[in-house]
T-cell receptor, first 111, second 111 residues
């Protein structure tokens, strides 16, 4: 079945450093979503990517969808303590509402 | 998340007992989902429903059952066949394959 791998599993950075998490699928995707979950909370939607090679930015966050639509990345520039949490990708294949979530990357930012 | 209500927030199950987790949404979303999250882990799909009176198994449906008799409601029953039910259960809803809105979750433990 479809698998979605996310790396790294954990990342500790000093405040102000950059951070990147990668999401890789074994199959071609229809679209990919990114979510952030704060400790003790529920996932909150960040962005959806649909087109091959798509790049979207939200302030310090940059999201990319690979040309082959099998991988994606989230990059945070100059991390802040408010960026702490776990970042998940969620991947979907065509013709279904079913999403497979990646294993997540837990980010800790040291002040 | 606004519009999705999960109850109860905490639930304790005795051995051999079935328990039902409630999920109600007033967002007029067609699709609803149930996920299980274990400590430090990602989200795994239990069941999802794209329309009323229809639902599909996710990756870990064994020991769980659902119903979708109304558009706004998607209750999850954790049966006695689920031998390791302790987890954080998250309900979500969406319009088609658009971003999912999550409830605050239910934490289930075994007595």
């Amino acid at each position: 079945g479809q698998q979605v791998m996310q790396i790294p599993q954990y990342q500790h950075v000093q405040e102000g450093e950059d951070f990147t998490t990668y999401c890789n699928s074994s199959t071609t995707l229809s679209n990919i979503q990114w979510y952030k979950q704060r400790p003790g909370g529920h996932p909150v939607f960040l962005i959806q990517l649909v087109k091959s090679g798509e790049v979207k930015k939200q302030k310090r966050l940059t999201f990319q969808f690979g040309e082959a639509k099998k991988n994606s990345s989230l990059h945070i520039t100059a991390t802040q303590t408010t960026d702490v949490g776990t970042y998940f990708c969620a991947a979907s294949t065509s013709g279904t509402y079913k999403y497979i979530f990646g294993t997540g990357t837990r980010l800790k930012v040291l002040a | 998340d606004g519009g999705i209500t999960q109850s109860p927030k905490y639930l304790f199950r005795k051995e051999g007992q079935n328990v039902t987790l409630s999920c109600e949404q007033n967002l007029n979303h067609d699709a609803m989902y149930w996920y299980r999250q274990d400590p430090g882990q990602g989200l795994r799909l239990i069941y999802y429903s794209q329309i009323v009176n229809d639902f599909q198994k996710g990756d870990i449906a064994e020991g769980y059952s659902v119903s979708r008799e109304k558009k706004e409601s998607f209750p999850l029953t954790v049966t006695s066949a689920q031998k390791n039910p302790t987890a954080f259960y998250l309900c979500a809803s969406s319009v088609g394959d658009q971003p999912q809105h999550f409830g605050d979750g239910t934490r289930l433990s075994i007595l």
